[in-house]
């Protein structure tokens, strides 16, 4: 079943940019326009997760996520806010009614994508049934398997540990020392030049003819899991 978003927000064009981006990342995505709207539609459709915009006709972000909070029902939903560039006291106000983050506008989508996926991390803690998915790839963690458009991956245990770790922090980079620490542990003495080997390994096996690599090689710095390669 597709995790499903809500998303509370005003600015059409908006809207449909993070509809697009959430929906390509596998997510079921619902929108409403205005606060009232919100409201009623967090009523009737139980969404795992609501990005809810600050700014709002009729009933604002602020009073929304006031109002989720004291609801039995609504209480353990996760909630981002969408909030204006420099509104710091805005943004502390948010968390304290209970938003569990926050995103800055403009932002990336592969940045709330990032949020998201976080968040939702934090509130189902287990993780034994865990699904991660981004860019056309997708872990199960329980059953140990990855599944590339529909393929069937094969990954030794290093690769898995390796594509996981970048699956769970999409878009950012990693210095080879950063890898070897998080795939690999501290106390392991393994030459940088090992991540180089596995991550070799890694994209031979995820990607087949004429499929984009979606690890990123970032000149002496590491690499990056990344669907956007051109933003430098
Ligand atoms: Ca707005």
Redesign the pocket.
């Known amino acids: 079943m597709k995790t499903h978003i809500l998303l509370i927000?005003?600015?059409a064009a908006?809207v449909e940019l993070v509809r697009y981006n959430l929906e390509k990342e596998g997510f079921r995505v619902s929108a409403a326009n205005d606060g009232e709207e919100g409201l009623a539609l967090l009523n009737e459709s139980k969404p795992d997760l609501l990005v809810l915009?600050?700014?709002?006709?009729h009933v604002s972000?602020i009073e929304i996520c006031r109002q989720i909070r004291r609801k039995t029902e609504l209480r353990d939903l996760p909630v981002i806010m969408?909030t204006a560039r420099g509104e710091e006291a805005d943004r502390i106000r948010g968390l304290e009614v209970g938003a569990d983050d926050y995103v800055i506008k403009p932002f990336s989508p592969s940045e709330l994508v990032a949020r998201i996926r976080a968040v939702l991390r934090r509130a189902r803690p287990s993780g034994a049934d865990e699904m991660l998915t981004y860019s056309g790839i997708a872990m199960d963690l329980a059953a140990h398997r990855v599944i590339r458009n529909g393929r069937n991956i094969h990954l030794g245990p290093t690769e898995f540990r390796l594509l996981r770790f970048f699956m769970e922090r999409p878009g950012r980079v990693f210095t080879r020392e950063q890898l070897l620490d998080g795939v690999w542990g501290r106390d392991l003495y393994v030459e940088l030049r090992t991540v180089d080997v596995h991550i070799r390994r890694l994209r031979k096996a995820i990607n087949a003819d004429g499929e984009r690599d979606p690890i990123r090689t970032v000149r002496s710095a590491g690499y990056a899991l990344d669907d956007q390669p051109d933003r430098g």
Do not use: V
């Open positions: 927000e005003d600015e908006l915009d600050w700014m709002l006709p972000g969408l």
